[in-house]
């Protein structure tokens, strides 16, 4: 990722074919925006790379830490705290933060992203495991599973819808903070907003903004599809 | 049905000085329980809450670990075997029934079956031969989901589960519980009729004393602070509560629920004289003299009972055909001593012809004849299952 391009203002803004004046006035041009689509191809990716491998991680060290938890009670305040502490840092001071530590680049903004993630989904995975009603744990118990199988044949599935509407929710909050990777150095569409000159240019905002939402979109809508297959108790009605 | 040779036999259980004390609190949860429950028979924990019934029913398959004295289960300490494998071979109905939404209920049927690693053909008949032990269609109930049937079908699934394996032990804590009572009545029967056949060792939690008598061959009834009051069958309990908790417990019209625990095969009738049209009046007063009720009944052919002869039907050579009354209502051997009583009430009379499954006279029933034997000392009362099986209760 680090090593795409920069686009710099000279190579970007001011290459402009087509509508030549609605360009120079920063305008909404569609001749510009369909003769330059592609120059949005590589941000598009390093996006989707930064947004996720954090929420990848995120949610595989919240799940882990959500079942430590789950066994052991007295660690959900915490770690509860813990985690709502990162959750208070805003973005921005989170990149800046991180950047002496971690350096200028991708693995900076992927910590900080993965972080956000990781508070996010953690909390579901604890409300959604201690959802799971009573009598069906008891039930689980009282049938001779062991606690490793009343966890993972009961309690985790009963908790996946409460888990993916966290991994949602995690999924759209990132693609956005992910627009402000730019701040630690990392790639991504942010990139595009990052100077005056860009932010300025409404057809590039509207572009970077579109694509910014819809990958938002494709993502909840690719968890919605994934929980509708993990879960088909929920749709079973009343006959 | 499963093959009777392949079917556990049922396992004694006993409870031997048990007790659950939990730390930092002065009374014990269960203080020193002992009681045996033959192999085959249902016992039923009954109390008001707190009184530890729940608990003792949750020490026997170590979902609670007793803290002093021993329970056995053929013989065998429950202490001496892992909790998981215990809970495996003990069946385990609780009131909310606890099925997993996430499940099938094939699935959840083929629970414990899962867990003991057997084949999935194996699985899939077992699963299909449950459903229909309990009353349910398996070709359309196999694929549903819990949140897809009514209280009454989820209770049976509950049920199917927790037979699975076909264990020797079930333990049910208020099953009927979460169900209305026209339903629970229903679900009762059905499930005293099962019990005749599978005769399994039941320990059964209630709080409601009426299921208590209905459903068991003993009943313990428990005190708050986990002390046993009595033990006894429940005609015993009524007839001769041990205690004043208990005496209360019952209820004063414990003498009334009593009756819910005889048939009327079980008591002495009363002897009556009958006649057909045309027989000799000498010989019928005869006959009426010499049984317990004065009045002669008329009878037809096939000894079927028709109704009181009027005194001028005598006054003749012949008997004649005029009724005081038609016989109504006419009782059965097999009706509930409670069900006879209220019909008598029902037609404002004092007795009522008795009739075998043929419909044949056998004798009266009358309202002294209930009420001696409602006062009498508790001799062969059949078991609830015994009074389930031949399907006279209410919904036959």
Sequence with gaps: MSAAPVIAEGGFVRDRSGDASCVADNGFCPNWIVDNLDRYWDPLLEHVVLVVVSVGLGFAIAVALGLVAHRQRWLVTPLTGVTSAIYTIPSPAMFLLLLPVSGRGDLTAIIALTAYTQVIIFRNVVNGLQGVPADVVDAAAGTGMTANQRLFRIEVPLALPEILAGLRIAAATTVGLA??????????????????SLITFKSNVVVAGVLVTLLAAVLDLLVLLLQRRLTPWERAVAA | MPDPSDRSTAEPLEFCEATKRYPGSAEPAVDGLSLEVPAGEICVLVGPSGCGKTTAMRMV???????????????RSVRDRKPEELRRHIGYVIQQIGLFPHRTVADNVATVPKLLGWDKKRIAARVDELLELVGLDPRVMRKRYPAQLSGGQRQRVGVARALAIDPPVMLMDEPFGAIDPINRERLQNEFLRLQAELRKTIVFVTHDIDEAIKMGDRIAVMQVGGRLEQYARPAELLMAPATEFVEDFVGADRALKRLALQRVRDIDLWTVGTCRVGEPT?????????????????IDDRQRPIGWLSERALLGERVRDELRSRADPVVELDDILRDALSDLLAKETMYGPVVDARGRIVGVLSIQVISHAVGGQPGNVPSPTELAETGTNEDG
Excluded at chain 1, 180 to 195: H, K, R
């Design chain 2, 282 to 298: 000498s010989e019928v007063r005869k006959r009426v003299a010499e049984a317990d009720l004065e009045f002669p009944l008329l």
């Design chain 1, 179 to 196: 627009a402000l990777a730019f701040l630690a150095g990392a790639g991504g569409l942010g990139n595009q907003l990052s100077t005056a």
């Design chain 2, 61 to 75: 398959n170590r979902m609670i670990d007793i803290t002093a004295g021993d329970i056995r289960l053929g013989g």
